[in-house]
């Protein structure tokens, strides 16, 4: 199945925490602390595996978290830093953040791109000795990864976009060009998905041609299946307007011409002012006052006209040698810089907090508060000054003295309850 937008989650992983630990050995007195640090997490990195053509694998799949750190051990080991989580997409990816619609990363190229970062290492208690503070029973947790929710959407890498009704022989086309083998019959809609062929010309040079299915009118918003695939046509440096000249579906070939087009407009107005030739197929078909006819319009509008059959391969070689010539006058295929910011955090927003009193009870809502108290002894004196640092530089006491909080009341924070001193 051909998918082509999926929306996921990724999170780096977390830096593992510090440890807490004394150096201990047989004949060595008061060995001081030797606590290591904790590992750096996972980072989510993208590539391109060129390989893939769909977006399917994420159809199910919809979480990608990468590896934590490891917490650090004793004699100054630090933890073994996550895995970082590799997440392969087809080449000509576009990833957004889902929230504002910002481009992230275009992945066209062939080089990896980290898109959410793993969280720094804790530091462990060897760090925190000081002359005056020899024995610290306490050590800093590791820092969260970058999380973000994702909006995936694939842009085809081609040079060359084949646009026009279902049934004029784009398939056909693409077929006798290049090794793509579409599906070709005479009813609509035998193509339900984008195909991509490699076309050769000259001495070894190549470009590549894509046959763009399912337009039709109203296409722009929503009709048939051209509202999801004329996203395909956006990187394409060139358009060739295939038309059925003979009018073997008892269209107007000149009506078409303009319907195409004007989807093309109403879709995105630089996308309708692409270079354009124009391919008069199924001229085995028509009568020559029918080719002539569309012959006048096309040159009327500027447009070059090559008359075609795809089906004996009459004119395609002069067709394909036009398009080539075009192409090494346009620049290369339209890669989108990335816009998104990192937002910064509001003032506080990183230490935020929300203190409620019931039944004479002050509870502290703070969930960053969590991974510090895991690393907390509260039978150590220095270890709980330490704590109550971070309180203090947080604000948190002094929203509790805002309160009117009494010494002897009781504050808890995320079940650790404790006498409240001055």
Not at 29 to 45: E, H, I, K, S, T
Request: glycine residues 12%; contains cysteine; proline residues 6%.
């Amino acid at each position: 199945m051909f998918i082509d937008r999926a929306k996921i989650l990724i999170k780096a992983g977390d830096g593992g925490n510090g440890a807490v630990s004394f150096h201990r050995e047989k004949y060595v007195a008061a060995g001081g602390p030797d606590g290591g640090d904790g590992g750096r997490g996972g980072d989510v990195v993208f590539v391109v595996d060129k390989h893939l053509n769909t977006l399917e694998p994420f159809r199910y799949k919809k979480k990608f978290l990468a590896e934590n750190g490891k917490p650090g051990s004793s004699r100054r080991c630090s933890g073994r830093s996550g895995e970082d989580l590799i997440v392969r997409v087809p080449q000509g990816t576009l990833v957004r953040e889902a929230q504002s619609g910002q481009i992230m990363a275009d992945l066209s190229g062939d080089e990896p791109i980290i898109l959410a970062k793993g969280g720094k290492g804790g530091a462990g208690n060897q760090h925190f000795a000081t002359a005056s503070r020899q024995i610290p029973r306490f050590a800093k947790p590791g820092t969260p990864g970058e999380s973000y929710e994702l909006q995936l959407e694939l842009k085809l890498l081609a040079d060359v976009g084949l646009v026009g009704f279902p049934n004029v022989g784009k398939s056909t086309l693409i077929s006798v060009v290049s090794a793509a083998r579409p599906k070709v019959a005479n009813y609509h809609f035998t193509t339900l998905a984008p195909v991509l062929g490699v076309v050769s010309f000259g001495d070894g040079e190549t470009f590549v041609m894509a046959d763009i299915p399912g337009l039709v009118e109203g296409a722009s918003e929503g009709v048939g299946l051209g509202h999801d695939f004329l996203r395909h046509v956006d990187r394409c440096r060139l358009i060739v307007h295939v038309v059925d000249v003979s009018a073997s579906e008892g269209r107007d070939p000149i009506e078409d011409f303009e319907k195409i087009n004007h989807e093309l407009e109403n879709f995105d107005a630089e996308l309708a002012a692409r270079p354009q030739i124009v391919a008069a197929n199924k001229c085995d078909m028509a009568a020559p006052e029918q080719i002539a006819a569309f012959r006048a319009y096309a040159k009327g509008k500027g447009y070059p006209v090559f008359e075609i059959s795809a089906a004996t391969t009459a004119g395609v070689k002069g067709l394909i040698a036009e398009v080539a010539a075009k192409l090494h006058e346009l620049p290369p295929v339209r890669v989108y810089e990335p816009e998104f910011v990192k937002p910064e955090p509001l003032p506080g927003a990183a230490r935020a907090f929300h203190i409620t009193l019931e039944d004479g009870i002050y509870y502290v809502e703070a969930p960053w508060l969590d991974p510090i108290m895991a690393t907390i002894n509260p039978d150590d004196y220095e270890s709980l000054q330490y704590f109550q640092r971070v309180l203090r530089e947080s604000g948190i006491i002094d929203k509790l003295d805002e309160m009117a909080v009494k010494e002897g009341d009781t504050v808890d924070i995320s079940g650790f309850q404790f006498e409240y001193i001055h």
